[in-house]
């Protein structure tokens, strides 16, 4: 790896995981398309890479949430044993999916995030 990819790489790193901790976004929003765009990396290996680096991320956002008591215990609970289980299944479908097909797919559903944000920000603007 270049000194130039390394300063990229740690660009990502650094942005995703401040615009995770802000917005309470997940941080392979941006760092899945930073990736594939701008390091080059095939979409598979980047949301391979996004699922690993999540761990420490979130155990420190929940760490930080769970200080200042900004956490729902059972639907956290819930939520994270059903996104575990089904979570092999996804990873599974992203390794033998076609990676055009796979990159579509993902570009869709961050359209559609994204088109949801601006009608709930426009809606409670009213």
């Known amino acids: 790896m270049s000194l130039a990819e390394a300063g990229l790489t740690l660009a990502i790193g650094?942005?995703?995981?401040?615009?995770?901790?802000?917005?309470?976004?997940?941080?392979?929003?941006?760092?899945?398309?930073?990736?594939?765009?701008?390091?080059?990396?095939?979409?598979s290996v980047a949301q391979g890479t996004s699922l690993f680096v999540i761990l420490p991320t979130a155990l420190s956002g929940v760490q930080s949430h769970y200080r200042h008591r900004n956490l729902d215990i059972q639907p956290t609970i819930w939520i994270g044993l059903l996104g575990a289980i089904t979570v092999a299944a996804g990873a599974y479908l992203a390794v033998h999916v076609d990676q055009q097909r796979l990159r579509q797919g993902f570009a869709l559903y961050i359209l559609l995030v994204g088109l949801r944000t601006i009608y709930n920000g426009i809606r409670k603007a009213d």
């Open 14 to 43: 650094l942005v995703s995981g401040a615009l995770s901790g802000a917005l309470g976004i997940g941080g392979g929003v941006i760092m899945v398309p930073a990736m594939v765009l701008l390091l080059g990396v095939q979409q």
